[in-house]
């Protein structure tokens, strides 16, 4: 099982306006001979979506069937991937921005950063927050539920390709299943935690 196992990465870049960081995995010669083979395994590479062509092309559409992956209260409740499964809700954010989309798919502390897959297992965005509930509950007397921001895909590409990275474009079209989805994101996202 490699739920407990740490890789130490670099700080590349931030747009903190879209809470994005870029992270680069330390060098191979750097890390020990434990977090060698635990790369090789997981099949780890600098900036998957860049290099792998992960992000859709076309923004989200209104309706759209998606999945989110993560790791919802961190190590609290397991170390282990979540999926869950929702519809876009609205193709703007909070306070109508175009960078970003509204979803009705559970979103919890931990989430953020994670991925978020369109039907096919194209990543459509990436997980950004959920709506500030009791804040929302003190401001208009009732309580919010199923209110998560994702990032567009394209403003991930943006944040990419100014962080000097080539972004190719992922066009998959044959849909999967849900447990299909489960499984690529179980292979491309990790439990990003801060130590230091």
Same mark, same amino acid.
Do not use: H, W
């Given at each position: ?9 670099? #700080? ?5 306006? +879209? ?8 060098? #191979? ?6 977090? /060698?083979?635990?790369?090789? /395994? ?6 998957? @979506?860049?290099?792998?062509? @992960? ?9 759209? /069937?998606? #999945? ?17 499964? $929702? ?5 703007? %954010?909070?306070? *109508?921005? =175009? ?18 897959? *369109?039907?096919? %297992? +194209?990543?459509? $965005? ?23 921001? $994702?990032? /567009?895909? =394209?403003?991930?590409?943006?944040? @990419? ?15 999967? =299943?849900?447990?299909? @989805? ?15």
């Amino acid at each position: 099982d490699n739920a407990n196992k740490q890789v130490p990465a670099e #700080l590349i870049n931030t747009d903190r306006s +879209n809470d994005l960081a870029l992270l680069k995995l330390s060098t #191979l010669e750097m890390a020990s001979t434990e977090s /060698k083979s635990l790369i090789q /395994k997981l099949g780890i590479v600098v900036v998957p @979506l860049a290099s792998k062509g @992960l992000l859709r092309s076309e923004d989200v559409k209104l309706g759209e /069937k998606v #999945l989110v992956a993560g790791y919802p209260f961190g190590e609290l409740f397991s170390n282990t991937i979540k999926v869950t499964s $929702g519809i876009v809700s609205a193709t703007r %954010g909070a306070g *109508d921005d =175009s960078g970003q989309f509204q979803l009705d798919a559970a979103v919890q502390p931990g989430n953020s950063g994670g991925p978020i897959y *369109d039907s096919s %297992g +194209n990543i459509v $965005g990436v997980v950004i927050s959920q709506l500030d509930k009791l804040k929302m509950a003190k401001a208009i007397g009732s309580l919010p539920e199923n209110v998560n921001f $994702g990032i /567009k895909a =394209s403003t991930v590409r943006q944040f @990419l390709m100014s962080s000097g990275l080539p972004s190719k474009k992922s066009e998959q079209t044959e849909e999967k =299943s849900t447990q299909q @989805l489960a499984e690529i994101a179980k292979n491309q996202a990790l439990m990003v935690m801060c130590l230091q």
